[in-house]
């Protein structure tokens, strides 16, 4: 199943609205935040099916960042205190926005989120169309309704929330895994959202000294 998901910091809560179309949404949010279009900075994913959303914001003067995947972590800079990006538009993975969901209600942003089948994203093939109709199947089961738009409140309940996420490779949000013989450095973002903590932990790891398992395989 995908997700059309909009996600924007605490800055503009309560000012976005996926009923309506991305344009009037982006000057919302640009009212909001104080801003003119031509600062406001939007990411999403590099992928055929933005591209005319992508030229459209353009052609509205909105700085747009395309970035080749990892939408989760395009959510959470939203809400990053040191990060200038503003909104976060896509279409992606449905179980990577339920995650953005409970980052970004950790975080006091806010996301409106809309279930859509395969078929409907990825174009009406006979295959892509027998996939969506069992992933339509698998929501009505669950009590769940695609192609309607389900707020933040409908994806995460609570701000009691715990994320942890570990950069494999450098991204604009983490430092990717380095490695210097036998030692090797990460990044890790830690954040509680009951009290509304970020922290960025950076580890050195002595390779040797882990697990047989584990040493097994990295050595």
């Known amino acids: 199943m995908y997700m059309e998901k909009l996600v924007v910091g605490p800055g503009a809560k309560g000012c976005i609205d996926l009923n309506l179309p991305l344009e009037e ?14 600062t406001l900075v939007v990411i999403t994913l590099a992928k055929p099916r933005h591209d005319d ?6 052609s509205m003067g909105v700085r747009v960042f395309a970035v080749p995947d990892g939408d989760v972590a395009a959510s959470i800079l939203t809400c990053m205190p040191d990060s200038e990006v503003d909104v976060m538009y896509c279409i992606g993975g449905a179980p990577e926005g339920v995650v953005s969901a409970a980052v970004i209600r950790a975080l ?14 990825k174009g009406d093939t ?6 969506g109709e069992l992933e339509l199947a698998r929501c009505k089961e669950m009590g769940v309704e695609a192609n309607i738009v389900l707020e933040m409140s409908d994806m995460a309940k609570s701000d009691n929330v715990v994320f942890s996420a570990t950069g494999i490779t450098k991204g604009d949000l983490l430092e990717g895994i380095t490695r210097k013989g036998n030692i090797a450095t990460t990044e890790t973002l830690l954040i509680r959202g009951k009290c509304r903590t970020i922290r960025r932990i950076k580890s050195i790891h002595y390779l040797e000294r882990k697990d047989a398992e584990v040493r097994d395989i990295i050595l």
């Open 53 to 58: 959303v992508i030229a459209k914001m353009q």
């Open 25 to 38: 949404n982006l000057e919302n949010i640009a009212k909001a935040l104080g801003k003119t279009l031509d």
């Open 126 to 131: 006979e295959e892509n169309r027998k996939h």
């Open 108 to 121: 006091d942003g806010d996301m409106h989120g809309r279930l859509l089948p395969r078929h409907e994203v």
